[in-house]
Nanobody, 123 residues
């Protein structure tokens, strides 16, 4: 079983950058596919992207392609979401999740979720 803890949220000006971190406790992240989701106020959860155990990244949301990247640091057992050129519509609570397979993760049915970290982008 793995516990996930996000950090790095806060208030950012439009056009700025932020980096979110997801730390794994209890198991190696190499045992999972790790993804990022976000949920904006009064909207459903959106799958942002994922990174697999060898570090291959896939960004799913068209709205963030070219601006967001996902990486992992095996030594620190952490995954990062680098967000550049932030827009007010990126305001959301961001969650990391872990799953044994990409399909489980992509469908949002992971067993393991972090508590979320809020990012607010001001215009």
């Amino acid at each position: 079983q793995v516990q996930l803890v996000e950090s790095g949220g806060g208030l950012v000006q439009a056009g700025g950058s932020a980096r979110l971190a997801c730390a794994a406790i209890g198991r190696s992240l190499n045992d999972y596919v790790i993804g990022w989701f976000r949920q904006a106020p009064e909207k459903g959860r959106e799958f942002v992207g994922r990174v697999n155990w060898i570090g291959t990244m896939a960004v799913s949301a068209d709205s963030v392609k070219g601006r967001f990247t996902i990486s992992k640091d095996n030594a620190k057992n952490m995954v990062f979401l680098q967000m550049n050129s932030l827009k007010p519509e990126d305001t959301a609570v961001y969650y990391c999740a872990a799953a044994r397979s990409s399909s489980t993760l992509d469908h949002g049915t992971s067993d393991y979720w972090g508590q979320g970290t809020r990012v607010t982008v001001s215009s």
